[in-house]
């Protein structure tokens, strides 16, 4: 695997795309409930990631969802038609996002040079003028505006769609 690329690449990358963001700093937050305790003042629609295979562990997915959202795995199973999904290993999720569990975001798409992950954003979190993410670590958020989340897929080239 080459190197990965990490927080501080991702800043400079963000810089380069005009990618305006606003970082915060907090202890590591692995989940949501944990995340939720440093949110009091952020203005943006939070989010949680989750990281997928499928039966044959030849595609991968990253689901992008409101934070209180609940997913229908089977409807999304049905959607794919690639039967059954589960949550991506650790090593899975180290070799296509070179993400530790805790910290998945779609920053780490900045690992992805094959494109190989599809992602599936939340069509509610359109209605949010700012989302929030971990910067691939789980020590920080970073605040960016939705159209600068377009902005760095288009960058990175992978496919996506709202569901």
């Known amino acids: 695997m080459s190197q990965l690329r990490g927080p501080a690449e991702l800043y400079q990358l963000l810089d380069s795309l005009q ?3 606003e ?9 949501v409930e944990e995340a939720m305790k440093y949110w009091s003042g952020i203005d943006s629609g939070h989010c949680k990631n989750i990281f997928f295979r499928n039966h044959k562990g030849d595609r991968h997915y990253l689901v992008i969802l409101y934070y209180d959202s609940k997913l ?4 999304l199973e049905q959607k794919l038609r690639q039967g059954k999904l589960s949550f991506a290993s ?6 296509y996002l070179g993400l530790t ?11 992805d040079r094959s ?6 954003i939340d069509k509610t979190l359109i209605n949010h ?6 910067p691939n670590t789980n020590t920080a958020s970073l605040i960016i505006p939705r ?17």
């Open 129 to 134: 003028e700012r989302l929030s993410f971990h």
């Open 72 to 75: 229908n795995i089977r409807e």
């Open 19 to 21: 990618i305006p963001y």
């Open 147 to 163: 159209e600068g989340l377009f902005r760095f897929l288009e960058h990175t080239g992978n496919t996506w769609e709202l569901f």
């Open 90 to 95: 650790d090593r899975r999720l180290m070799q």
């Open 101 to 111: 569990p805790g910290s998945v975001s779609p920053f780490g798409l900045i690992n």
């Open 115 to 120: 494109r190989h992950v599809h992602l599936f």
């Open 23 to 31: 970082y915060i700093e907090h202890p590591p937050v692995p989940t």
